[in-house]
């Protein structure tokens, strides 16, 4: 089975800083594409950053200079540094693992959120 666990989620103040952490289990870690979205209320999901198992990453224009994606193969943990956070930063964050099947295609894992609320 696999399970993405999130954590580092809070109350910060706007300018303040944040680490997210991923953790995984019950798959090949260092073969997945791994990437954070996030939801606020009444919005669509959307992508925040990507690091793909053998690729550079990537940053929705929103959070780009702001944030920073990483991962740790040999903790099967991906992380999101944000830094500069604004109101608008405010949303549940996802972490989703990108699973390859071979000739299946690619299975999707998500965590179950954690979140993160940026205000005065």
């Known amino acids: 089975q696999v399970h993405l666990v999130e954590s580092g989620g809070g109350l910060v103040q706007p300018g303040g800083s944040l680490r997210l952490s991923c953790e995984t289990s019950g798959t090949i870690f260092e073969r997945n594409d791994m990437s954070w979205h996030r939801q606020a209320p009444g919005k669509e999901r959307e992508l925040v950053a990507g690091i793909p198992a053998d690729g550079g990453a990537h940053y929705a224009d929103s959070v780009k200079g702001r944030f920073t994606i990483s991962r740790d193969n040999a903790k099967d943990t991906v992380y999101l540094q944000m830094n500069d956070l604004k109101p608008e930063d405010t949303a549940v964050y996802y972490c989703?693992?990108?699973?390859?099947?071979?000739?299946?295609?690619?299975?999707?894992?998500w965590g179950q959120g954690t979140q993160v609320t940026v205000s005065s």
């Open positions: 989703k693992a990108e699973e390859p099947q071979g000739r299946f295609g690619v299975l999707d894992y």
